[in-house]
């Protein structure tokens, strides 16, 4: 079948076009990229010494440019002192003073500009900042630690500790602020530990003044209770001594100390890890011991000397 010319020419330009569109087709357009981004929301604001950290919260980073912060104080509207990228969502203020009133917001800004809506204001006044505590001290309680200070009028406190001695004490110790100049806390035996307090405010914005100076508790300072309840076994070559465990989880073993009649003074014969001991070279003649409980570089005070004397064979 012979097609007339104009008809030719039609179905070769209808298959081209129809080609070109098929190769060129995208799908249908979509337009959440032009979407406001969602509303920021969960502003909080808490001051430690000389800064106001604002921190806030979105339900999704999606597509976003950042966030856009801004600031209003007693005589100005609001400005924009920030722009954070989407995985920054806090902002430090240094810029206030105390006894003034702020207010911030935030706003997420799209990939393509479009700014969502504005979170909730947060309106703050920081105060004038309590005095730091002074005078921090410690007492052993056992397996514990009680660190105590000098109280601060109208204020609480928030316990930080650390190992280092040259940096500030960081991590905070109680879960809530102290409504009392002190906190008993489990010690760590196997290391120094850095305390530091500072005071705190009852204030929405939760006004924590400046770092007290710090208090080294060590290991080496922890003393144990001398060893109690020693009695003794004995036969004619040998003295089994035992005394009652030292109820300090710390102890790590026990020194035994022997004087012999006739003798200055007590000198070391062993040591053991367990409240038992045994002395193979006991003397025929009157005999003394007492024993010592080993702490972490620390030994205690000397128990109560026992005396022994030889067998009398028969």
Request: include cysteine; hydrophobic fraction near 35%; charged fraction near 25%.
């Amino acid at each position: 079948m012979i097609l007339p010319r104009f008809l030719k020419c039609w179905l070769i330009c209808f298959s081209i076009v129809f080609l070109l569109a098929a190769c060129g087709r995208k799908g249908e357009p979509k337009l959440t990229t032009f979407q406001p981004p969602d509303q920021v929301a969960s502003l909080e604001a808490v001051r430690k010494q000389d800064s106001i950290l604002i921190t806030w919260t979105v339900r999704s980073v999606f597509n976003l440019k950042g966030f856009s912060v801004e600031r209003s104080s007693e005589d100005a509207g609001f400005k924009v002192i920030a722009f954070n990228s989407p995985e920054q969502s806090s902002f430090t203020d240094n810029d206030f003073s105390s006894g003034s009133t702020y207010s911030y917001r935030v706003r997420a800004v799209s990939s393509r500009g479009i700014a969502g809506a504005y979170s909730p204001v947060k309106t703050v006044t920081p105060r004038i900042l309590p005095e730091p505590p002074s005078k921090l001290e410690y007492r052993i309680k056992g397996d514990y630690v009680e660190i105590f200070w000098q109280p601060v009028q109208g204020a609480i406190y928030n316990l930080y500790k650390g190992s280092e001695k040259d940096r500030e004490p960081s991590v905070l110790v109680n879960s809530q602020p102290l409504s009392e100049p002190l906190f008993l806390e489990k010690m760590d035996f196997s290391k120094d530990v850095y305390y530091a307090v500072r005071s705190q405010y009852k204030t929405e914005l939760k006004d924590e003044g400046y770092i007290s100076g710090s208090l080294l508790v060590s290991p080496s300072f922890f003393e144990p209770v001398p060893p109690s309840g020693i009695r003794y076994a004995q036969s004619k070559d040998k003295v089994v001594l035992l005394w009652n465990e030292n109820a300090e989880d710390w102890v790590s073993g026990y020194r035994v100390y022997r004087k012999k009649f006739g003798e200055a003074m007590f000198t070391v014969i062993g040591e053991s890890v367990v409240p038992a001991f045994t002395d193979e070279t006991a003397a025929a003649i009157k005999t003394f011991y007492c024993i010592t409980a080993l702490g972490q570089g620390s030994e205690s005070k000397a128990s109560t000397e026992i005396e022994i004397n030889p067998v009398v064979e028969r």
